[in-house]
């Protein structure tokens, strides 16, 4: 018997798999063929500590030092700009404050971004201390760390009934698993899971992002270009191996899914970034997109469910990757009955017991 068998092998799941592995014996169940198929694959994979609700900048605080020192020379510096054009000057000015921004000349930020249109955008903002991820790097680093413990990695291994059992848990997934102790990391499908285990679901909404990749303008070396998106996140574009990703930074509630790009979505997304440029898009090489998912109120829910030994690491919506270090952190200390460093309202914020309705 395990102690912890561990549900979903995104970011969540990995990153809470190496932790609990320190506490005793791990087993990580993968429904798809490999790690990192869904939401934690098609990541745009950006370090940003001031992006998201309270409790999750809290999150991203205390995940900072992974990134930067044990990720290391993995996690490199991007950078964030935000380009404004006349009529959206509430929602630049809210960025501006929320992010943390410093104000750029539009000769300023053309020395950053060349191709930007001085004729369309009428104001800029730019943080430095934003940071590319590597995703391949942290998922690996995280399920490194659970094997030199011991822990194991199930593929193809798609949940189809749970039961409590005196012990703990019997989960089959093709062969059965016993644990004391489950943590459902398994993202847009976290609610089923749940019911599955006569658990009370969260009210997890799957939300579909798109994104475009497009080739980068002729003559133009883009490797150092930042992160570029418009005020009120209404659509961003990022460089990626010499190419661009261009998306609408849609939100299409849909049920949990393997998710596709929508052409007309995408077309939107690409006319949103050409409105500042001076280069429209010639070639689209790829498009994708996948499943941020979120709770009710946008906050992770990380830590027990109202039913002894079934845990709860979800929600992660678009910061699964920057926020994994410190909340797979947090679900540890919660397992092993110790304090967590984040702090009494921070945990609060991010316990699912917020949800419970009786």
């Not at 798109?210 to 998106?229: N, T």
Request: glycine share 10%; with cysteine; hydrophobic share 40%.
């Amino acid at each position: 018997m395990n102690d912890f068998l561990v549900i979903g092998g995104g970011i969540a799941g990995a990153s809470a798999a190496a932790r609990l592995s320190d506490l005793g014996s791990v087993t990580l169940l993968e429904r798809e063929d490999a790690l990192a198929y869904h939401s934690s694959g098609r990541s745009a994979a950006m370090f940003e500590e001031t992006y998201g609700k309270h409790s999750t900048i809290a999150l991203n605080r205390a995940s900072k030092d992974w990134h930067l020192n044990v990720n290391g020379s993995r996690d490199l510096p991007r950078g964030m700009m935000l380009l404004g054009r006349e009529g959206g000057e509430p929602a630049f000015a809210s960025d501006m404050i929320s992010m943390q921004m410093r104000r750029l000349t539009i000769e300023e930020a053309l020395g950053i971004f060349p191709i930007l249109d001085p004729k369309q955008v009428t104001q800029v903002g730019f943080h430095e201390e934003a940071w590319d991820i590597d995703t391949d790097a942290a998922i690996q680093r995280f399920v490194r760390h659970m094997r030199s413990n011991g822990g194991t990695v199930v593929t193809r291994a798609e949940v189809s009934a749970i039961e409590k059992t005196d012990a703990g848990w019997r989960v089959s997934a093709g062969d059965d698993y016993v644990a004391r102790q489950i943590i459902n990391a398994a993202g847009a499908w976290a609610d089923q899971i749940a019911l599955m285990a006569g658990v009370t679901p969260l009210g997890l909404q799957p939300l579909r992002r798109s994104i475009a990749r497009v080739a980068a303008p002729d003559g133009y070396d883009v490797s150092r270009w930042p992160l570029l998106f418009g005020p009120g996140e209404h659509w961003y574009a990022k460089p990626d191996a010499g190419a661009l990703l261009v998306s609408p930074a849609d939100e299409e509630p849909v049920p949990p899914m393997d998710a596709w790009a929508d052409d007309m979505t995408l077309a939107e997304g690409i006319a949103r970034y050409e409105q500042h440029v001076t280069k429209p898009v010639r070639r689209m090489i790829a498009n994708w997109a996948g499943l941020r998912t979120f709770t009710p109120d946008r906050c992770l829910a990380i830590g027990a469910s109202e039913t002894a030994g079934f845990w709860w690491c979800a929600g992660q919506g678009g910061y699964g990757f920057q926020t994994a270090p410190a909340a797979s952190q947090l679900l540890a200390d919660l397992v092993a009955g110790r304090p967590s460093g984040l702090g009494e309202a921070t945990v609060s914020a991010l316990s699912p017991q917020r949800f419970r309705t009786d």
